[in-house]
């Protein structure tokens, strides 16, 4: 069995759903701004506005990215809690063993567990804030 | 020597160790105790001088037409007010809460920084008594704490007034940035063995998301204070709508620190609630990993919340409702910690010791304040409220319910730790009572004023507009909350003579902070067990006892050394051992040279700051020579039952963490400066004039080329110079240092190993030392070449008094230079360090990882700079 990295990026990726979201609350706002500088602010496609358009379809590309992260994350997760299921609770033992290379995957299952489940609570609730982003681009008009 | 203790003996040695020089070579103090505890009594004096301060304008609008104060002196009080709750009381107390408690918490000897956190204290303290000293001599800020432009203009603010807020806050914010690096990396790498992250007490999972902010939020202040300061000292236009600024960029700037800051002052306090609320409920907390989740969330999407604060400048309603919507979910995350809290106490068996008194203080008006900010988060009903005083009064809640009460709770409840005495629950009750119900009479009312539309920052009003009784009532009820404040004060002066002896954990808590005698001893524990659970002293009483009798991880004391386990960051897993630096005068001494550059920058004095700015270098470079350790230093100690080595050998050390930190504050300045130039080129007319826009090809493709170059180097291992040259005499330092019997075989042990690998050692040493001379020789170069070239670049850009694309222009390029310059600082004190004798022959400096980081930021940044020129003149 392999054994698991540990390190500083696993909480990056933790975080990184709710860098999509930062970063479509970005492109949002600048492309709004952006946007309402151009051309675009007086041309429709079909019922909507150019600018929400576009505001609508970066925010798709987005939400569509952050949805696929939210299922990775998902499935890891319930991997790693069927193993983990497996295993006896932490134990200094165990961390004993993996400190001097003697490991099984059990003690690094535990430790990745909270990990794995603080990122699909984070990718879920940056989803969900990501949804509320998109409210008022469907019911305001851009540029007033 | 290593031999059998009692635990008085070892007790002992370990605080002749660890312990502060006394008497006036405690100006090299460096121990985290010490620190911590100046923070919170210098924050605890600013404090009364803001409340003073706030005495004064209540006192002034106790009645209408009131002549108390003048409008001049009235604007330098409410403005000073302000800025000394906001950035000399409230982070530098919570900063020095988390200095004194987190490594006891997380079960470490000291924090990953002694010196810097030394350092962050006397800039704090300089920079504070800037601007107190400012403000006895007449000359305080006088616009406002958050110092809006136009009016902090040279135009409207001719005299030093606002300099010295720009001057005096940026000084004390390197202070916050300081230890927001201290803190993040400690409770990344300095744990007791086994404590994973989802074993860590929660106040450390608040004091990282808070120190990230800081370490986020911070920076783009400190841009704006630079550029201020830039267009009121040299006359370059940032803000001047007339010369291609604009003042919005500075409300933008401001509040992309301004809001976040709200809940860099709340979580820490929150995270005190967290510690004391399980505690008090003797119940483990419910919902651990829901808060953690909150915490990270809130922390976020605090940074979506700017504008909120600018709703009525004219912003378009959609992007408006954006920072609407984020301000409204900014409340899931807090009610989730809320629910937390009630479930615990729900749950526990409650008791209703004196800290919970103000707990429920906390409860209360900290929920009234939230709801108030939910209404205002409303874009319809923040029009109506805006800068009227039912914002003052939103602001006290949130801030006295969010930070105050919780304050008070925490020194309650860790009173016993600091003194070892007890607190008198009588005076406490009285002190709770008054500013409770002062508080609220102060500020209720003033939600009522500002409905009924009084304004903020105004000196005076007349009769009749149905403000009089309710501003008499803020002014009585605020004299009885000050009331209450001296007294809390009494009490805690007082118990130190007169309370009685405090038992060992008199709350009966679970985490660490408690495992140890009180008043703290320097080292803090004797030993580091293994923790494996959230609340260990309640997991396994018997953890002190352990620690104090040397049954955990380094209980084997080496005279002379001082020594600190690294983990690993989401294990806990032991990964190496820390050497410790000790006191030293260095941080007093590169405080005061900072301070001599802004004291002159203050004073215009250029030549002299530039005085200042090589003392500070120096002094600096001499902190990273004595700082670094030598390869002969290193050791190998036995922690449970791995062979661990010194942090300097090991990737992911603690100089490399801090670095890397630094960096992410650094980066967090640039993208607000890419903020600035978007935001101007978007916002001002004719951004940039065309006819001034002409790209130099020769030093662009100069400039590209040689920082392209570092960054392939790094790529390919050559930046990390990884092989340095070895001394001659070298192996002639192994051993030194090494006192016990333990060590001597590991050495011996090691020996051999080296002897195994010395004939291959020789033939790569001998192999490498010219290829080491050629990267080094290369990454000279390549910095000389990149910095000729955007010094060209720089020299070709327009004029920067003559308009904000010029200004913005050398400022990024400045930035680049800037960077250059201190890439070739590190790696002149890397060859330096290289050339005599520090590093052993096949080993990765920690210098080396050190200057490969900031190369590869600088050359990658500069790149960015360089290119969104040529992006910008391109465009034009």
Redesign the interface.
């Given at each position: 069995m392999m054994r698991t990295r540990f390190n500083g990026f696993a909480l990056m990726h933790a975080l990184s759903g709710l860098g999509v979201w930062a970063l479509c609350f970005v492109v949002l706002y600048g492309g709004l701004t952006i946007g309402c500088q151009s051309a675009w602010a007086h041309r429709t496609l079909g019922p909507i506005n150019a600018v929400s358009a576009g505001l609508l379809l970066a925010w798709a590309v987005h939400a569509g990215l952050l949805g696929v992260m939210l299922g990775r994350a998902w499935r890891r997760a319930r991997h790693d809690g069927r193993l983990s299921r497996l295993d006896e609770p932490a134990s200094l033992r165990a961390d004993q063993q993996v400190a001097s290379g003697k490991t099984s995957l059990s003690a690094e299952a535990q430790d990745t567990a909270f990990v794995r489940w603080l990122t699909v609570a984070l990718h879920a609730t940056a989803f969900i804030a990501l949804v509320a982003l998109a409210a008022p681009v469907l019911f305001l008009t851009p540029c007033v | 020597m290593t031999d059998v203790l009692t635990v008085d003996a070892r007790h002992q040695r370990l605080q002749q160790e660890w312990a502060d020089p006394v008497g006036w070579r405690s100006l090299a103090a460096v121990n985290h105790t010490t620190i911590g505890k100046r923070f919170i009594v210098t924050a605890l004096i600013f404090f009364l001088v803001g409340g003073l301060l706030a005495m004064l304008i209540r006192a002034q609008l106790a009645s209408p037409n009131s002549a108390f104060l003048d409008h001049d002196l009235y604007n330098q009080i409410f403005t000073m007010h302000g800025t000394v709750m906001m950035f000399l009381f409230a982070i530098p107390m919570l900063e020095g809460y988390a200095l004194y408690l987190l490594p006891k918490m997380l079960g470490s000897r000291d924090l990953a920084y002694p010196r810097l956190g030394a350092y962050a204290y006397w800039c704090y303290l300089f920079g504070g008594t800037i601007l107190l000293l400012a403000l006895a001599a007449g000359v305080a800020p006088d616009s406002g704490w958050f110092m809006y432009t136009p009016l902090s203009g040279a135009t409207h603010s001719p005299g030093i007034n606002a300099d010295v807020w720009l001057i005096g806050v940026t000084f004390a914010e390197i202070s916050a940035i300081c230890a927001g690096v201290e803190l993040m990396a400690t409770i990344?790498t300095m744990r007791a063995?086994?404590m994973?992250?989802?074993k860590m007490p929660l106040f450390a999972w608040y004091v990282l998301v808070t120190a990230a902010m800081i370490l986020i939020g911070f920076p783009p202040l400190i841009l704006g204070s630079i550029l201020l300061e830039l267009e009121r000292a040299l006359g370059w236009p940032f803000f001047e709508v007339a010369r291609g600024g604009d003042p919005l960029l500075w409300q933008h700037l401001f509040w992309m620190f301004g809001h976040p800051e709200v809940y860099i002052i709340f979580l820490p306090a929150a995270g005190m609630v967290s510690s004391m609320v399980p505690v008090f409920s003797r119940h483990p907390i419910v919902g651990y990993?829901?808060i953690?989740?909150s915490i990270?969330?809130l922390a976020?999407?605090s940074?979506?919340l700017w504008v909120h604060h600018m709703f009525t400048v004219g912003i378009?309603?959609?992007?408006q409702?954006?920072f609407?919507?984020?301000s409204m979910?900014v409340a899931?995350?807090t009610a989730i910690q809320f629910f937390s809290w009630i479930a615990t106490l729900w749950q526990g068996r409650p008791k209703f010791s004196l800290p919970m008194l103000y707990l429920a203080g906390f409860f209360f008006v900290f929920i009234a304040g939230g709801l108030t900010g939910v209404m205002l988060a409303l874009v319809p009903f923040n029009w109506q409220a805006h800068d009227t005083h039912f914002v003052v009064a939103h602001l006290h809640y949130v801030l006295v319910g969010g930070l105050v009460f919780p304050l008070l709770a925490g020194v309650y409840y860790w009173m016993p730790h600091v003194t070892g005495k007890m607190p008198s629950p009588r005076l406490g009750r009285y002190a709770f009572w008054l500013v409770f119900l002062g508080f609220n009479a102060a500020f209720l009312p003033m939600h009522l004023t500002g409905l009924v539309g009084m304004p903020r920052r105004i000196y005076t009003y007349p009769e009749g507009m149905g403000w009089d009784s309710l501003n008499l009532l803020s002014s009585v009820a605020s004299f009885v909350m000050a009331a209450g404040f001296v007294l809390l004060i009494l009490d805690v002066v007082m118990h130190a003579f007169v309370g009685r002896r405090a038992p060992r954990n008199p709350w009966g808590s679970g985490t660490l902070e408690w495992a140890m005698r009180t008043p703290a001893p320097s080292y803090n524990f004797a030993s580091l067990p293994?923790v494996?659970d959230r609340d260990p002293l309640w997991h396994d009483p018997d953890w002190a006892d352990k620690a104090a009798t040397g049954r955990g991880a380094l209980g084997a004391h080496t005279a002379g050394v001082r020594e600190n386990l690294i983990v690993?960051?989401?294990?806990?897993?032991?990964r190496c051992v820390a050497r410790m630096p000790g006191p030293s005068m260095l941080p007093f001494l590169a405080a005061m040279a900072t301070g001599l550059f802004f004291v002159c920058l203050l004073f215009k004095w250029y030549a002299v700051a530039l005085v200042g700015v090589v003392l500070a270098i120096a002094i600096f470079v001499r902190w990273a020579i004595v700082g670094g350790l030598r390869a002969s230093q290193s050791f190998v100690r036995d922690?449970?039952?791995?062979s661990l080595d010194t942090h300097h050998a090991r990737r992911?050390a603690p100089g490399e963490w801090g670095v890397s930190l630094c960096l992410l504050a650094d980066a967090a300045l640039l993208a607000a400066l890419f903020f600035g130039y978007?935001f101007l080129w978007?916002?001002a007319p004719a951004w940039p004039p065309p006819a001034w826009v002409e790209i130099a090809w020769l030093p662009t493709l100069a400039a590209l080329s040689a920082l392209g170059l570092v960054l392939a180097l790094g790529a390919m291992g050559g930046s990390r110079l990884p092989r340095v040259p070895q001394a001659p005499g070298h192996e002639a330092d192994q051993g030194k240092g090494q006192g016990d019997a333990r060590e001597t075989q590991q050495a011996v042990g090691q020996g051999t190993q080296q002897a195994v690998g010395q004939g291959t050692r020789q033939a790569v040493g001998q192999g490498t030392r010219h290829g080491t001379g050629r990267r080094f020789l290369l990454h000279w170069v390549c910095w000389v070449v990149a910095l000729v070239s955007v010094m060209a670049l720089a020299r070709h850009a327009p004029a920067p008094e003559v308009h904000a694309y010029g200004a913005v222009t050398r400022v990024l390029y400045a930035y680049v230079l800037l960077h250059i310059l201190v890439a070739a600082l590190i790696l002149g004190v890397t060859h330096w360090r290289a050339g005599n004798g520090f590093f052993a022959a096949s080993q990765y400096g920690l210098d080396a990882r050190i200057y490969a980081v900031w190369a590869r930021y600088t050359a990658a940044t500069g790149m960015l700079v360089v290119l969104a020129v040529v992006a910008m003149g391109v465009a034009a």
């Open positions: - | 990344l063995p086994g994973s992250l989802d990993r829901w953690v989740g990270v969330l976020v999407l940074f979506g378009p309603h959609l992007a409702s954006f609407s919507v984020a979910l899931i995350p293994a494996d690993e960051v989401l294990s806990g897993r032991p922690v449970l039952g791995a992911g978007v978007l916002v």
